[in-house]
């Protein structure tokens, strides 16, 4: 029941993004609910390997690189979900930067409630 409140959760903050960045554009509800899956999926799949390969560049510059990893899981979301598309790399970096954000605070209001 929590993963369910998670992802619907998730869905609202991307439909939301979506309507404050202008190069982000979901096409209904159900799209964002069907991003937030993707992109909960690819996080748990395809993210770690990508960190494993690019572990050298990731040490270099800091660990600022998980950035540009973070953008290419947006994009790739991009091109397997047909109502939503991402309009750049910059765009991609920001709506991960703002998702990660928000979607940290409402881990943290969820863990808070249960106490």
């Given at each position: 029941m929590k993963l369910i409140i998670?992802?619907?959760?998730n869905a609202i903050i991307v439909f939301a993004l979506a309507h404050?960045?202008?190069g982000v554009y979901v096409n209904s509800y159900?799209?964002?609910i069907i991003v937030a899956v993707v992109i909960s999926i690819l996080n748990l799949i395809v993210k770690p390997i990508l960190v494993i390969f690019?572990?050298?560049?990731?040490?270099?510059?800091?660990?600022?690189?998980?950035l540009v990893i973070n953008a290419i899981i947006i994009l790739l979301a991009d091109n397997l979900i047909?109502?939503?598309?991402?309009?750049?790399?910059?765009?991609?970096?920001?709506?991960?930067?703002?998702?990660?954000?928000?979607?940290s605070i409402v881990?943290?209001?969820?863990?808070d409630d249960k106490k």
């Open positions: 998670r992802l619907l959760l404050l960045l202008s159900v799209t964002a690019t572990l050298p560049i990731t040490i270099v510059t800091l660990g600022l690189f998980l047909a109502g939503f598309s991402v309009s750049s790399i910059w765009t991609a970096i920001l709506f991960s930067l703002l998702l990660s954000f928000l979607q881990q943290s209001t969820l863990k």
